[in-house]
């Protein structure tokens, strides 16, 4: 039997798991913690060690991890930015990831975001629910008078192009790599900066690297139009924050729709409505009527966790029987 440590195993999880892993050789200790330098020792005499996308993974936890033992890390998870490749790659411990586990999971969110904050559905449901069916702040717009700006046409990217060609919107597109399937729907730009200067609305597609990092920062917001839709689906480091909050308070932007936010690891994926909030820049966040936060859940459908449990077993299975990995995490 090969002993899976599973950190951040939540409820909704565990259960998908053992289902795919039946008659698998794997003994899996599920964690409700998260992985980080205290917690790394519950991994030691486990081979494999399964985490999600805020466990800390650096350097210092994976030699830990190391040296009780392990020699597999997955993540369940597209992004792998919270993952030390080289040191892992050092210590000998195979990496590997859920590359593409539902792209359209991310897209078809990224849609519900735009249309529930650009047509005050969530203000609505609340007014309705202490019988206030005023409508006096609930108009909203139409997608087709927007010019949409899809940043990153990625797996995820291309799927949002694909869902929003239906709305009649202008779609415009930015990438490093363009995308032949996303020419048919919508036209590529040539610099980001033409994205952020001609985007009603944009949403962040990309992954979390040092060149995207505060990608959206007080130069990028000079560039958009007033009051432009900015959604983050995809990392929370892509925005710097603070910067944005200033752009709120001067209208600058007129709306903002998040599911995923810089410094997330010390507050989502967890019941905290009892503590108290020390991090100002989200509790500010919280008090505009144009924002909605939404605690990283776009990944979140039944779909998604199949296929999050199917890669992820392929990925043990392949370890235990020492062949190559069909999901590797791409060296740096
Ligand atoms: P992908 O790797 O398929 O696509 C990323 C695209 O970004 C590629 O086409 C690449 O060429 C492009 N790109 C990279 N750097 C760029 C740059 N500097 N400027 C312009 N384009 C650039 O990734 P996928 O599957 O579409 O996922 C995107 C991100 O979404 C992931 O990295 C992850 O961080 C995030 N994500 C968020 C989830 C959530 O629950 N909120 C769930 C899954 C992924």
Known sequence: MMKVAVFNAKRYERGVIEKVADGHPFE????????????????T??????IFVNDVADRAVLEKLAAGGTRFLGTRSAGFNHIDREAAEELGIQLAYVPAYSPNAVAEFTIGLILTLGRHIHEGHN????????????????????????????????????????FGCKIL????????????????????????????ILTLHVPLMPSTFH?????????????????????????DTPAVVEALKTRKVGFLAIDVYEEEASLFFEDRSSDIIKDDTFARLLTFPNVI?????????????????????????EFSRGVSCSHSVPLP
Request: glycine share 8%.
């Open 28 to 43: 899996f200790t599920f964690l409700e913690t998260r992985l980080d330098f205290q917690t790394a020792a519950l991994a």
């Open 45 to 50: 005499g486990h081979e494999a060690v399964l």
């Open 127 to 166: 007014r309705v629910r202490r019988a206030d069916f005023n409508l006096e702040g609930l108009c909203g717009f139409e997608l087709r008078d927007m010019t949409v700006g899809v940043c990153g046409t990625g797996r995820i990217g291309t799927e949002v192009v694909k869902l929003l060609s239906g």
């Open 173 to 200: 597109a930015y990438d490093e790599e363009p995308n032949e399937e996303v020419t048919l729907l919508a036209s590529y730009v040539d610099t980001r900066e033409e994205l952020f200067r001609y985007s009603d």
């Open 215 to 239: 990608l959206i920062d007080e130069a990028a917001l000079g560039l958009m139009k007033d009051g432009v839709f900015l959604i983050n689906t995809s990392r929370g480091a892509l925005l």
């Open 293 to 317: 936060v939404t605690g990283h859940q776009a990944f979140l459908t039944q779909h998604a966790l199949r296929n999050i449990a199917e890669t992820t077993v392929q990925s043990l299975d």
